[in-house]
């Protein structure tokens, strides 16, 4: 039996220690003498940083100019709380407990990044909590945490284009009312339970990603509805795809299910989702399919194939791909 993952209210870890260093919302930086060059609204690394960093100013750029920011495995590396618009970027954050952490902060830009190695207070790569919405995630490598990302009771944000890899628990989760948040083009592997995790999240869309040789799955709804899940690439998890307590109405088709120890596990019977864009677009791509294509049509009943299986895949009696694609999907296709 695959045991259920605990809802949890998480708490902001603190920057500690008298050598915290602040850019003030004056734009001072404070100490004066942190190895931090201010040119305008850009503040740049001239050196590696041994003390956290909280940000208090708004619409500035911190360039970490390929430096290392270094903890000693508590606190948060970078802290934002109560700012918007600003962007981190080139900078290897490490040894924190938590990387960066975003609380009440938006429309700000984490690109670029090495966030690697932070483990304690839950541990995360980055946080994103507390109404802290349309952030954008892009670029960065995050790695060797005890999770990737985190996104708490915050709204559209975009994660895009990172390498997210064996992060101790998920790469990316998604928890208590996160909703229309964009996951895509992210490499997604061997992180220890899930690659992606929705926990009461609703309305967002997971498109384009590899999710691979995870723990657990590759994708866990815990009473998420509602989202669209297309174009991933889902491979050699112990599950797929993951539903629990009850997930509905979400929308999964065009993706390549191969090589997962079970396809789809649904813990919490009785529940719909669509699992196809109708016909001729499709469904997914199931390795395990054994159905033939030599019909063809809206109900496959026409001479001559169509590159759609003739058969449904059947999940359970309320799930199921009436459109199983016969290879896997490539975008255009």
């Not at 998480?10 to 930086?29: E, F, H, K, L």
């Not at 009696?317 to 999907?329: E, G």
Request: one cysteine or more; proline letters at 4%; charged letters at 15%.
């Amino acid at each position: 039996m695959v045991p259920a993952k605990a809802t949890v209210v998480w708490s902001i870890p603190q920057a500690s220690g008298s050598g915290t260093i602040y850019i003030r919302s004056d734009g001072s930086v404070d100490p004066p003498t942190a190895p931090i060059q201010r040119r305008g609204i850009r503040y740049i690394f001239t050196d590696n940083i041994y003390e956290p960093i909280v940000i208090q100013r708004d619409h500035i750029v911190v360039d970490g100019n390929g430096y290392t920011l270094q903890g000693s495995g508590s606190g948060a590396g970078f802290t934002l709380s109560s700012v918007n618009h600003v962007t981190i970027k080139n900078t290897k954050t490490k040894f924190w407990g938590m990387g960066i952490s975003l609380s009440r902060s938006s429309y700000n830009k984490i690109s670029g990044n090495t966030i690697t190695h932070n483990a304690d207070d839950g541990g995360y790569g980055i946080w994103i909590v507390s109404a802290s919405d349309h952030n954008e995630i892009s670029g960065n490598r995050i790695t060797n945490n005890g999770g990737g990302i985190l996104i708490n009771r915050s709204l559209k944000n975009k994660i895009s284009r990172n390498t997210i890899t064996n992060n101790g628990g998920d790469g990316i989760d998604l928890d208590v009312h996160s909703d229309q948040n964009e996951i895509s083009g992210n490499r997604i592997t061997n992180n220890g339970i899930s690659g992606v995790y929705l926990a009461s999240a609703s309305y967002n869309k997971i498109t384009g990603n590899t999710i691979t040789n995870n723990g657990l799955s590759g994708i866990h709804l815990h009473c998420s509805s509602k989202n669209k899940i297309s174009e991933n690439t889902i491979t050699n998890n112990r599950m797929g795809i993951y539903l629990e307590e009850p997930p509905y109405d979400n929308v999964i088709y065009h993706n390549n299910f191969i090589g997962n120890s079970q396809q789809v596990y649904i813990k919490t019977p009785g529940y719909a989702n669509v699992w196809d864009n109708g016909w001729p677009s499709g469904g997914n791509y199931w390795s395990d399919y054994t159905g033939v294509d030599v019909m063809k049509g809206k109900n496959q009943d026409k001479p001559g194939s169509d590159g759609i299986g003739d058969t449904p895949y059947v999940i359970n009696a309320y799930n199921q791909d009436r459109y199983p694609l016969m290879k896997p999907y490539k975008k255009g296709r």
